[in-house]
């Protein structure tokens, strides 16, 4: 089975709004082109060139609520290791491509939202702070400069999803190391490991040690065939597409925090880099070079999200 072409002309989310018509110039100085407001207050809008979407109360908490972006803190929580614990909803999205979600998020969080959505191809709304206005147009707009793409999403292991939650833990604890997966309902002859619980290779007690699990699927894989390496940051995660000699990487820092000097190993021979970078636009990459089969290059900085398109 092979996986279908994923469209990069992906909407911007749309961001929920209820504060008035009233609220129009601040929204025109945000930038924002994607609105969706109550149905009451449509009406209210249309003298106006921007027309928002109604979406009622009703609506948005029937669509599945996608938990906040960010790193959570873990006070009190015993742990083998120190590994910032990311709270990341992509997986969830490539479990239910064509499902409807919707973020709740406080004062900081929209951007990161946003950009998570955008990247995962999720049909999604984002309800945000209004302190959050500005930084969310901001995102929405950087990401409609982005060049529309047709690739294949790259995987190093096919995961079996039988929808229990602790195959969904696996997916969860797959995304956020960075060991790229695909989803599928059975085994499949194309994919160099398949991972499904409940088989003597992989007892479903096995998840419940995240870190253990990890390192033995990361053992079975190998780095050194491991399509994406991102080296000195516990906080970014990747997803990887290619097609025809050409690749996009799109990166999402969690963190909160600006990151300096990203390094990066993706498999296949690259010659040339083009990074989209949120509040920078456009960066030259640094550092490229080619091995036999990877390339690797260092990200000059990423604050929310970056877009490199390898070729």
Request: aromatic residues 6%; charged residues 20%.
């Amino acid at each position: 089975m092979t996986p279908l072409l994923l469209s990069l002309l992906t909407a911007v989310p749309c961001i929920y709004w209820t504060g008035g018509a009233e609220t129009r110039p601040a929204i025109e100085a945000a930038a924002i082109t994607r609105l969706c407001v109550p149905p009451e207050q449509v009406p209210a809008w249309a003298s106006g060139p921007l027309t928002p979407s109604p979406l009622s109360e009703a609506d948005l908490k029937a669509r599945e609520l996608l938990p906040s972006p960010g790193v959570a803190a873990r006070s009190g929580l015993a742990s083998p290791t120190r590994m910032p614990w990311v709270v990341a909803g992509g997986w969830r999205m490539m479990r239910q491509p064509s499902g409807h979600f919707a973020y709740v998020v406080p004062a900081g969080k929209a951007a990161l939202a946003i950009a998570e959505a955008f990247t995962y191809g999720a049909d999604a709304v984002v309800r945000i702070d209004p302190a959050d206005l500005q930084a969310a147009g901001a995102m929405a707009a950087f990401l409609e400069t982005i060049p529309a793409a047709e690739l294949t999403p790259v995987a190093d292991v096919a995961v079996v999803d039988d929808g229990s939650p602790v195959t969904g833990e696996v997916l969860n604890l797959l995304a956020r190391r960075n060991l790229l997966f695909r989803i599928v309902s059975a085994p499949v002859p194309d994919a160099p490991i398949t991972i499904r619980l409940g088989t003597p290779e992989y007892p479903a007690a096995e998840a419940a040690e995240p870190s253990a699990f990890a390192l033995k699927i990361r053992g079975q894989v190998t780095d050194e065939r491991r399509a994406l390496r991102i080296f000195g940051s516990e906080v970014v995660v990747g997803r990887l597409t290619a097609a025809g000699g050409r690749a996009r990487l799109q990166l999402l820092n969690y963190g909160g925090r600006e990151i300096e000097g990203l390094r990066v190993r993706v498999r296949g021979r690259y010659r040339s880099a083009k990074a989209y970078v949120a509040g920078s636009g456009p960066l030259a990459i640094e550092d490229q070079a080619t091995g036999d089969d990877a390339t690797e290059f260092t990200l000059p900085r990423l604050v929310t999200y970056a877009a490199i398109d390898l070729e």
